[in-house]
């Protein structure tokens, strides 16, 4: 395993601009996810992919933000016109669901801060 | 909806004491996970606890789960520094997709 990981691993933005992440999972995970993670805080759910189809989107992901996994291999996270509240740890996971009783590994993930 | 608490949210103690953090969860779940984070670091999985009474010890750290009670404990057993980091406990309920839900967290610090 090379485990999962994240880039960039910190990204300084100012508000109103366009920002996109990228996650490469663990080989034949077939499962990712997005967390968002704030200071102090437990990592709160977004997003998560079944090989390429997203199954599940959180009340938090708002329309500024669009997560893609096209080919089921490595995903994307775009967050459109950010705002200073998007500021936090962007955290990717990836599983092999069932099989390994979903346990989710977690790359080191992005540090955004929005200006 | 599934809410998760931990406690103590604090949590400072000697090298050679032993401690228990909770974890208490609103619905029944279908696992337990906990996760050590490390400042400014990602989080590394420590157990995953399937079924009431499952146990399972890594070094100085004990989880225990009870599905009755909704709770888990993570017990640590004389305490070094290398342990200080902070602890969260994690719920997956497959009816609610595959989601972790998880706790605010445990800040744990071991003093020498």
């Known amino acids: 395993d090379t485990g999962v990981s994240q880039d960039p691993r910190h990204k300084i933005t100012k508000r109103g601009q366009n920002v996109t992440f990228r996650c490469d999972p663990i080989s034949e995970h077939n499962r990712l996810y997005w967390y968002r993670q704030t200071l102090g805080q437990g990592p709160e759910f977004l997003t998560y992919?079944?090989?390429?189809?997203?199954?599940?989107k959180s009340r938090l992901l708002s329309d500024r933000f669009s997560a893609e996994r096209p080919k089921g291999s490595f995903s994307t996270l775009e967050i459109q016109r950010t705002e200073q509240g998007d500021s936090a740890m962007y955290l990717c996971?990836?599983?092999?669901?069932?099989?390994?009783?979903?346990?989710?590994?977690f790359g080191p993930g992005t540090r955004l801060t929005v200006l | 909806e599934l809410k998760v608490e931990q406690n103590p949210l604090f949590l400072s103690m000697q090298e050679g004491k032993n401690y228990t953090i909770y974890c208490n969860y609103s619905?029944?779940?279908?696992?337990l996970y906990w996760y050590r984070q490390d400042p400014g670091k990602s989080l590394e999985s420590l157990f995953v606890?399937?079924?009431?009474?499952a146990v399972k010890q890594e070094g100085r750290l004990m989880a225990s789960l009870d599905t009755k009670a909704r709770l888990s404990t993570l017990h640590i057993t004389a305490a070094v520094h290398d342990l200080s980091a902070t602890y969260f406990c994690?719920?997956?309920?497959?009816?609610?997709?595959?989601?972790?839900?998880f706790g605010e967290g445990t800040q744990l610090t071991v003093n020498p």
């Open positions: 619905t029944t779940s279908d696992r």
């Open positions: 996971a990836s599983s092999k669901g069932l099989a390994r009783h979903n346990e989710q590994f």
């Open positions: 606890l399937l079924s009431n009474g």
């Open positions: 994690a719920v997956l309920k497959e009816t609610s997709g595959s989601r972790l839900t």
């Open positions: 992919f079944q090989n390429e189809a997203q199954l599940e």
